[in-house]
């Protein structure tokens, strides 16, 4: 019994001081492209996507393949999950001096097209493009709009995406 209460105060003093522990430069930045990237109105989070190159084509958004270039977002739930990632020496040797990557989660979403709102969806966003389907192959990483992957180096931070845009929450359309 000893050995049980033992256990279960030194579990919470770890999950105590893992919340202490510090956050890492690199998910600061992650969670600063998360808030300038999304805005919170009311329970749900918002953001306008547009896709900032011309003919790489732009989202599925529903099962029936529907697709769009540029909208507004609504989402339910939405969290940033991000974790660091070790930097290689091969990686230290050209520079890189931090990395991680991450996802946007959320459980559902719907989309203004400019007309109107689109039924909830609760299925994963992905790019339709070739374009971006072929680079993100290329690059190894997800074909998600909402993948994140963050490297600092000698020049500073590359890999913030640009794609989803803070709006206000005057400026949504009504719900």
């Given at each position: ?8 105060v ?80 091969t ?7 931090a ?52 490297e ?24």
């Amino acid at each position: 019994m000893k050995l049980a209460a033992i256990l279960i105060v030194g579990g919470l003093f770890v999950i105590a001081c893992n919340s202490l522990a510090p956050q890492s430069e690199t998910k600061r930045q992650a969670q600063a492209w998360f808030d300038g990237s999304f805005t919170k109105c009311g329970e749900d989070y918002f953001a306008k996507y547009a896709q900032p190159v011309q003919g790489v084509g732009g989202l599925y958004v529903n099962k029936y393949g529907a697709e769009i270039q540029s909208a507004i977002f609504e989402f339910k739930n939405l969290s940033l999950m991000f974790e660091d990632q070790p930097v290689t020496e091969t990686e230290k040797l050209n520079g890189v001096e931090a990395k991680g990557h991450g996802f946007v989660q959320y459980s559902q979403f719907r989309y203004h097209d400019g007309t109107k709102w689109s039924y909830w969806e609760d299925m994963p966003l992905i790019f339709s493009g070739k374009m971006m389907q072929s680079l993100n192959k290329l690059m190894e990483r997800p074909n998600s709009p909402m993948y994140i992957g963050l490297e600092k180096n000698r020049d500073g931070w590359a890999g913030k995406s640009s794609i989803w845009r803070q709006i206000s929450c005057s400026e949504l359309p009504s719900l």
